[in-house]
């Protein structure tokens, strides 16, 4: 729902979204969109090369901005490797990579614009807990003068977060850093133990 929210793919019924003090249905939606970067769980593929899907966001983008996207979502290497790298086509819906892969790609689509806000709908739940902690290590850099949203089952994924949401039926049931939340003993605490 909050992914869904702050890019507009619906409005709230009641109360606001804001960015910066703005409700977002006060701006355009294209410029909302240009705005907000979302990378959602199932990162959608074409049948095309590796690296139009990269630049999906970005169709003008450099071969170098797309590399280093690739980079940053750790799948760089593993397009380097492939028979025609960035010019390889990987099928529709991207069935010549694994579920982990088709993320980084995602993920890589979603950084190369550079938007203003992410919001990754567990978007590395397909990966290891190896690759997952590279990429995160990968998006620090990529993330730090941003705000960013991470929604994730997996505790390892936020453990890191300048504040975590608890959310149980759509209510923030606790909110605070990871220690914090560890040392309250609530739902997060049994979550993490």
């Known amino acids: ?9 619906y409005d709230v019924g009641s109360g606001r979204v804001t960015i910066d ?10 410029s909302l969109r240009q705005y907000v970067g979302l990378v959602q769980q199932e990162a959608f593929l074409f049948d095309t090369s590796v690296g139009h899907n990269v630049a999906y966001a970005d169709p003008w983008a450099e071969d170098e901005l797309i590399q280093a996207s690739a980079a940053t979502a750790q799948i760089h290497d593993h397009i380097s490797s492939l028979p025609d790298a960035y ?8 069935v010549a990579l694994s579920g982990g892969q088709r993320q980084r790609m995602g993920i890589a689509r979603g950084t190369l614009p550079g938007p203003g806000i ?4 567990d978007s590395t739940a397909a990966n290891d807990a190896v690759t997952e902690r590279r990429v995160r290590e990968g998006l620090a ?11 994730a ?29 560890v040392a309250l003993g609530g739902t997060y605490a049994r979550l993490y133990r």
């Open 1 to 9: 729902t909050l992914a869904s929210l702050v890019p507009r793919f």
């Open 87 to 94: 010019e390889t086509r990987v099928g529709e819906r991207g």
């Open 118 to 121: 992410m919001i990754f709908d």
């Open 141 to 151: 850099d990529a993330t730090k003068r941003k705000a960013t949203i991470i929604i």
């Open 153 to 181: 089952h997996r505790l390892g994924s936020l453990m890191h977060a300048d504040e975590i949401l608890m959310l149980d039926h759509g209510r923030i049931v606790e909110r605070g850093r990871h220690d914090e939340l």
């Open 21 to 30: 003090g703005v409700d977002v249905r006060d701006v355009t939606v294209e």
